[in-house]
């Protein structure tokens, strides 16, 4: 089960800081995989924004680049999205899972950016 907190409404160049608890992942399934950070925003598909893999490296999408930044924390088996600078366009749902989308979607968290 992926459980997802953090966002809410901000404006424009404001920060915001998503937690993603694998609330029911064993450990070893939890470091065993990359994990990612994903968002729909309205009329639009599901994108992955940032990644994450077993050994920490980080990859980011285009458009969040250098304004974002994905972590975790394998004991509490968290993952984190430190957002900055955010733009109306970063307006969405942000969900987490692992890379190949194995688990089930969780009911994700809202991030609306006023400009």
């Known amino acids: 089960q992926l459980v997802e907190s953090g966002g809410g409404l901000v404006q424009a160049g404001g920060s915001l800081r998503l937690s993603c608890k694998a609330a029911?992942?064993?450990?070893?399934?939890?470091?065993?995989?990359?994990w990612g950070w994903y968002r729909e925003a309205p009329g639009k598909q599901r994108e992955l924004v940032a990644s994450?893999?077993?050994?920490?490296?980080?990859d980011y999408a285009d458009s969040v680049k250098g304004r974002f930044t994905i972590s975790k924390d394998s004991t509490r088996k968290m993952v984190y999205l430190q957002m900055s600078s955010l733009k109306p366009e970063d307006t969405a749902v942000y969900y987490c899972?692992?890379?190949?989308?194995?688990?089930?979607w969780g009911q994700g968290t809202q991030v609306t950016v006023s400009a």
């Open positions: 029911r992942s064993i450990t070893s399934f939890f470091n065993g995989n990359s």
């Open positions: 994450i893999t077993g050994t920490r490296s980080t």
């Open positions: 899972n692992t890379l190949t989308q194995s688990l089930n």
